[in-house]
């Protein structure tokens, strides 16, 4: 099992830019999300789905769309970059057992730079 | 609203002695509670959760509902634990997205 894979692992940008981060997990896993850690701040969760074909906003989305077509991947689009999004990007992965969240799997991270 | 907070965002303790790792949260039902760690260049990865009650790598967690607090304590350090560690709640039972705190980078001098 690879688990979750991210790519690329960096990637420097300039402003009004845009790209995609993937995300891919072969865990059979529901749920999947996004976080960017910054630092003094955390892991800040961007965007979550529950299964393919949903998705939804987590506590910082503006900038940022995903979409699931399928379990495996969850990509992550920059739609016009920032220099505010300069940031490590994790994508995780759980199961939903029950509805109860289980521990989450990362990957291991993209390090954006937006100039 | 729930709220994770690490009031310490460097700590550093010797070798061999007691560790402690503060971690408050603000949440007005039933939480789920989660310990992640990440160390050099590895990836995030969960320590330990409230609701398994175990000890991992000799790191334990208390829930005090009163409190509000979830501390990871150790008691006696190792250079191998130095570490970025993140305390992360889930409401409602675990039944909602995680929270995480702000971080506590943990350094262990020899």
């Known amino acids: 099992n690879a688990g979750v894979t991210q790519t690329p692992k960096f990637q420097v940008l300039k402003t009004g830019q845009s790209m995609t981060l993937q995300c891919a997990q072969d865990?059979?896993?529901?749920?999947m999300s996004w976080y960017r850690q910054d630092p003094g701040m955390g892991l800040r969760l961007i965007h979550y789905s529950v299964g393919a074909g949903i998705t939804d906003q987590g506590e910082v989305p503006n900038g940022y769309n995903v979409s699931r077509s399928t379990t495996e991947d969850f990509p992550l689009r920059l739609l016009s970059a920032a220099p505010s999004q300069t940031s490590v990007y994790f994508c995780a992965s759980s199961r939903l057992a029950g509805g109860i969240y289980n521990e989450q799997f990362f990957g291991p991270g993209t390090r954006l730079t937006v100039l | 609203a729930q709220r994770v907070t690490q009031p310490e965002k460097l700590l550093s303790v010797f070798k061999g002695a007691p560790v402690e790792l503060k971690c408050n949260y603000s949440?007005?039902?039933?939480?789920?509670l989660f310990w992640y760690v990440q160390y050099s260049r590895q990836r995030l990865q969960l320590l330990l959760r409230h609701i398994s009650r175990e000890s991992i790598k000799g790191f334990t967690a208390d829930l005090n509902k009163g409190e509000t607090s979830f501390h990871l304590k150790k008691p006696f350090a190792q250079e191998e634990d130095s570490a970025m560690y993140y305390c992360a709640l889930s409401g409602n039972f675990g039944n909602e997205k995680l929270t995480f705190g702000t971080g506590t980078r943990l350094t262990i001098i020899p």
């Open positions: 865990m059979n896993h529901e749920y």
């Open positions: 949440y007005s039902g039933s939480p789920e």
